[in-house]
């Protein structure tokens, strides 16, 4: 019913910048929280950065100062600006989406998605 489809990962050296995408289609009532996530070989999936519906935002401590979240409610889409990029950061990236899925005239459900996941690789 929802979909997400993400964009801009790639192969960057140390020190550059990406910027991802992702957006939301589908029964849409509205989004709550927006947020990435990242894993790399052999870790745990762990938050990057999140924005709540009010523009709120959070961030690792390994990203403070060189991430940037941030949210487009009329496209439905999240972006996370990457600047200062380390090898460290390298890894596959996954964008989380909390949304209010319209079911019918008055009625909606809570459901997370997940996007498809975009492989970041810094190289130093």
């Known amino acids: 019913q929802v979909q997400l489809v993400e964009s801009g990962g790639g192969l960057v050296q140390a020190g550059g910048s990406l910027r991802l995408s992702c957006a939301a289609s589908?029964?849409?009532?509205?989004?709550?929280?927006m947020g990435w996530y990242r894993q790399a070989p052999g870790k745990q999936r762990e938050l990057v950065a999140g924005?709540?519906?009010?523009?709120?935002?959070n961030y690792a401590d390994s990203v403070k100062g060189r991430f940037t979240i941030s949210r487009d409610n009329a496209k439905n889409t999240v972006y996370l600006e990457m600047n200062s990029l380390k090898p460290e950061d390298t890894a596959v990236y996954y964008c989380?989406?909390?949304?209010?899925?319209?079911?019918?005239?008055?009625?909606?459900?809570?459901?997370?998605?997940w996007g498809q996941g975009t492989q970041v690789t810094v190289s130093s």
């Open positions: 589908g029964s849409i009532f509205s989004i709550n929280a």
């Open positions: 989380n989406v909390q949304v209010q899925v319209f079911q019918a005239p008055g009625r909606h459900r809570t459901a997370d998605y």
């Open positions: 924005i709540t519906s009010g523009g709120r935002t």
